[in-house]
C-alpha cells in the first residue's frame, strides 16, 4: 500500500505519506504564560496512531499579526515548548514543520494587543471594514526578520522545518493577489515578495532543515474583483517551487472569511472535492517536489486513490486524524474496517477552532490526557445496565465493556441510533449514521448484550440486579407552541415532522405547505428543514432572531446560506414570531418593523426545545448507583451524548 511507503522530503525521510496538516486546535499552545500540554498531548495522540508528518498550527510572527484567542510568537517562552514537543512526536516517529503566518488586511485592529494596527501592502480594507497601514519598505522587512527569527527558534529547537503558509487569504497570499497588492515599488513586483522571504528563511534554517510552501489552489475571488484563479496560482506554483529553496508543496483553497467552509467541507461536500486541482498543481510543478493533496480525504482508500493516480505525493488526512488518531496504525496492522470515518460533522472541530476543538464522535479530542487519568484498570468488575441505545447509551455500553465491566444494554425501540436517526430524511447529513454505525461494529466484538424493543421499568431493574446503571432515555420533542391555537391547522413536533409522521401514520410530504416556527436556530432544527424542503414540502421558516441559524456554526451557516436555501427554494422570515393559529390562517408579527401576516399553511412544526426523559432517574437510584447522560439530562446535541456517555462509561 503506497500510502504506507515512506518518502524523502528534502533533507528527512517521513516514514508514510500520511500527514496531519496545520489546523486551530488549542491556541492557547502560543500563549506566553501556558504551558502548552494540552496541544502537545493531542498532537502527540497523532503521533503515537502513526502519522507520517504533522505540521502544527499556524503561528503569528509579528505583533501586528493577531485575532482574538491568537497569540504572537514569543522566542523565550517557544523555544522550550518546541523542545518539548518535538521530542514527544520524534518518539513516535514522526516528523513536526511549524508553519508560519501573517494575518496582512484580515480581522480588526481592537483585537490586537495594545491596538497595533493592522499591516499590508497597500492600505487594504478589510472585509470588517477597518483601513489597514500601508507598510513601508522597512516595516516588510520588518516582518521578513519576524518570519527568519520564528524559523530559527522553531528549527533550533527539534523542530524538522518550517511551513511558509500562502493560502487562506493571509499576508503572503496578499502579496501576489491584485485585490491586496498594488504597490509600485519593488515589493509590488511579481512575487517579489515570496521569493525574498523565501531565500531569507532559507539561509536562516539552512539546508538540513525542511521548507515548505502552502498556497491555495483556488481562490474563489473572481479576476474582475482582484483575484488570481486556478490557472494562474499553478503557474504561482511553478515559479515558487521553480526557487529550489522549498521542499514540499502543500495547498488549501479560498481567501480566508467564508471561504474556509467551502476548503473545509462539510458532508454537504464531496469526498475528494479538489483533488482534481491538486492533479493541476503537481502537473505544474512538474514533481519536482513532493505535494501533499488535501481536501476531505476521510478514508484510506481514497487516501490510497489519490497516490496511486498520481493525483499528489503524500495525503493530509487531518479531520480523518481527529475522528481517529489511530487511522494510520489500524491500516498497517489490517485493521482498516475498524478505522472510525469522519463524519464531515465539523461542529466540533472547525466549527469551534478558536474555543479549543473536539470531535462530533471522539470525545478524547482534547482531552488526551485526562483520558490516561481515567484509563486506569477497574477495581472490579461490575454489572452495568445501559438505558436507551442513542449516542449516550451506545457510547457508554461500548467504553464501559472495553474496560471490562458486563454490560446489558436496553433499548424501548426497534433500532439503535435514538433521535440521531432522523437525519436520514435530511440529505447529506445522513452521513452522520456512520458515527453510530461504527459503535454498532465495536459492540458486535464486544461482550455487550443488547435487548431491542425492551421498555426498562422499576420490575426490569429489581430482577436484574444491576451494580451501577446509566440512564441515557433521550429526550422527545412535542408539538407546544407558546401561541393560542383553535385547531385548525396541525402542529407537528420535529421528530414528527422529520419523520414525515402524523398521529403515528405516514404522509405524503410532496407538495405540502409548511411554516417552521424556528425557536432554536441549531443544528436539529435546521436540518429538520432541510428534510422537509427535500421531500418537496414548500416550505417557509420564520424565527424571532434576525437571522436564521444564529446557532449554527461557520460552516453549516454557509451551507444553508450560498446552496441549501437558495437551492430549496426555502422562504426566510426573520425578526418574526407567530402569534396565533386561528381560522386556519397563521398569523405571523415582525418584531422590527410591526408587520403582520396571515396565512394558510398545511401544517406548522414547532421548532422547540426537546424535553428530557428523566422520570425514571429517581426511582432507579434506589436501586444501584445512577449516571444520567445526553439528553436525558439536557437536550442539546449528539456530539456531546457520544460525550457524556463516554465519560459516564470511563467513571464507573
Known amino acids: 500500500m503506497k500510502l504506507l511507503t515512506p518518502i524523502q522530503i528534502g533533507p528527512i525521510e517521513v516514514k508514510n505519506r500520511v500527514v496531519s496538516t496545520a489546523h486551530a486546535a488549542f491556541l492557547e499552545f502560543f500563549n506566553p504564560i501556558s504551558s502548552g500540554e494540552r496541544y502537545m498531548a493531542y498532537q502527540e ?32 517562552t517557544m523555544a522550550p515548548k518546541f523542545r518539548q514537543i518535538s521530542a514527544r512526536l520524534h518518539k513516535h516517529g514522526a516528523k513536526c514543520i511549524s508553519q508560519l503566518f501573517h494575518f496582512g488586511a484580515q480581522a480588526k485592529s481592537d483585537q490586537h494587543d495594545d491596538y497595533h494596527p493592522l499591516w499590508s501592502f497597500s492600505g487594504t480594507t478589510t472585509l470588517e471594514g477597518e483601513v489597514t497601514h500601508k507598510m513601508t519598505s522597512d516595516e516588510i522587512e520588518e516582518v521578513i526578520d519576524a518570519f527568519c527569527l520564528a524559523a530559527k527558534v522553531a528549527t533550533e529547537n527539534g523542530m524538522d522545518g518550517v511551513e511558509l503558509h500562502g493560502t ?139 497516490l496511486q493516480a498520481g493525483d499528489c505525493d503524500m495525503v493530509g488526512m487531518t479531520r480523518a486524524q481527529i475522528a481517529d488518531p ?70 457508554a455500553a461500548e467504553i464501559a465493556s472495553k474496560r471490562g465491566h458486563m454490560v446489558t444494554l436496553a433499548e424501548a425501540g426497534s433500532r439503535l441510533g435514538g433521535r440521531l436517526n432522523l437525519v436520514e430524511t435530511a440529505g447529506d447529513s445522513k452521513n452522520l449514521l456512520s458515527a453510530v454505525a461504527w459503535i454498532e461494529e465495536e459492540l458486535a466484538g464486544l461482550d455487550v448484550r443488547i435487548l431491542m424493543q425492551t421498555v426498562v421499568d422499576e420490575d426490569f431493574v429489581r430482577q436484574f440486579k444491576p451494580d451501577a446503571i446509566i ?84 460552516s453549516h451557516a454557509d451551507d444553508f446560506s450560498r446552496v441549501v436555501i437558495p437551492e430549496l427554494g426555502i422562504r426566510q422570515l426573520p425578526s418574526t414570531s407567530l402569534t396565533k393559529i386561528s381560522q386556519g390562517r397563521v398569523h405571523l408579527k415582525n418584531h422590527v418593523s410591526g408587520e403582520e401576516l396571515e396565512e394558510f399553511f398545511d401544517f406548522v412544526v414547532a421548532g422547540t426545545p426537546p424535553k428530557p426523559k428523566d422520570g425514571l432517574c429517581e426511582a432507579l437510584s434506589k436501586y444501584a448507583p445512577t449516571k444520567v447522560v445526553g439528553d436525558a439530562v439536557a437536550p442539546r446535541s449528539a456530539m456531546l451524548a457520544f460525550r457524556e456517555g463516554d465519560r459516564a462509561g470511563r467513571t464507573i
Open 471 to 554: 440512564l441515557a432515555a433521550g429526550a422527545y420533542t412535542t408539538d407546544e407552541l407558546p401561541v393560542p391555537t383553535d385547531g385548525s391547522i396541525q402542529v407537528l413536533s420535529s421528530d414528527d415532522a422529520a419523520a414525515g409522521l402524523f398521529e403515528g401514520t405516514k404522509f405524503e410530504l410532496k407538495g405540502t405547505t409548511a411554516l417552521m416556527v424556528d425557536l432554536r436556530g441549531n443544528y436539529e432544527t435546521a436540518l429538520v428543514l432541510e428534510s422537509l424542503a427535500r421531500r418537496g414540502a414548500k416550505v417557509t421558516v420564520a424565527m424571532p432572531a434576525p437571522v436564521f441559524g444564529h446557532n449554527l456554526g461557520a
Open 326 to 395: 489511530d487511522l494510520v496504525n489500524k491500516v498497517a496492522g489490517g485493521q482498516a474496517h475498524r478505522v472510525r470515518t469522519c463524519t464531515g460533522s465539523n461542529q466540533g472541530c472547525f466549527d469551534r477552532a478558536s474555543f479549543g476543538i473536539t470531535c462530533f464522535q471522539n470525545p478524547e479530542v482534547g482531552e488526551e490526557n485526562r483520558f490516561k487519568k481515567l484509563d486506569v484498570p477497574i477495581a472490579q468488575t461490575k454489572r452495568v445496565l445501559v438505558i436507551g441505545g442513542g449516542p449516550a447509551g451506545m457510547k
Open 168 to 306: 487562506h487569504g493571509y499576508l503572503i497570499q496578499q502579496s501576489f493577489s491584485p485585490f491586496a497588492n498594488q504597490r509600485d515599488d519593488k515589493w509590488g513586483e511579481d512575487l517579489y515578495f515570496v521569493k525574498t522571504l523565501a531565500a531569507r528563511v532559507r539561509d536562516t534554517i539552512g539546508r538540513d532543515k525542511v521548507m515548505g510552501f502552502r498556497i491555495s489552489a483556488d481562490d474563489f475571488i473572481r479576476p474582475e474583483d482582484g483575484g488570481v484563479g486556478h490557472a494562474r496560482l499553478c503557474h504561482i506554483a511553478s515559479q515558487v517551487i521553480g526557487t529550489g529553496l522549498f521542499d514540499y508543496l502543500n495547498h488549501s483553497e479560498g481567501a480566508g472569511g467564508s471561504h474556509y467552509a467551502r476548503a473545509i467541507g462539510s458532508f454537504r461536500h464531496k469526498f475528494g472535492e479538489y483533488l482534481p486541482l491538486t492533479r493541476n498543481l503537481r502537473e505544474a510543478i512538474g514533481g519536482a517536489v513532493p505535494l501533499i493533496g488535501v481536501s476531505k480525504i476521510p478514508t484510506p482508500d481514497l487516501a490510497e486513490q489519490a
Open 45 to 76: 495522540r497523532r503521533a503515537q496512531g502513526g502519522a507520517g508528518m504533522i505540521i502544527f498550527t499556524a503561528m503569528h510572527v509579528h505583533e501586528s499579526s493577531q485575532i482574538p484567542y491568537h497569540f504572537v510568537f514569543d522566542a523565550e
